[in-house]
């Protein structure tokens, strides 16, 4: 007899190994919720002048965008190589879901560092 086979084709690895690499910048969104703080609707971040950590809040902000914008490069050349279609969806996915999950996120713990 042979043993059970896996439930998880190759296919679904690489798709979660897509959602696992989309979601790294997700901390650093996180991140910048707890040095910056959220004015307005949909959790507009800005600068506080009276933080310590003033001097990371650029490397930070900028450092977000910048895994955002090399997920979507990596993505598109993962589309264009036939062997790792499956991680391009998986990156695809958190293209679309990251920016709401990081919000969501940020908004969340600039709230918790606000009222503590």
């Given at each position: ?28 969104w996180w991140l910048t919720g707890a ?82």
């Amino acid at each position: 007899m042979s043993g059970p086979k896996s439930a998880q084709s190759p296919y679904g690895r690489r798709y979660l190994l897509g959602l696992g690499l989309g979601l790294i910048p997700v901390p650093m969104w996180w991140l910048t919720g707890a040095v910056t703080r959220s004015i307005g609707t949909y959790g507009a971040a800005t600068l506080c002048p009276d933080s310590t950590s003033s001097s990371l809040q650029p490397l930070i902000l900028n450092g977000r965008l910048l895994l955002y914008f090399i997920n979507i490069i990596v993505m598109i050349s993962c589309h264009l190589t036939t062997s790792l279609h499956s991680n391009a969806y998986g990156l695809a996915t958190m293209v679309g879901i990251a920016p709401v999950v990081a919000v969501v996120g940020s908004s969340w713990i600039s709230g918790a560092v606000q009222s503590g």
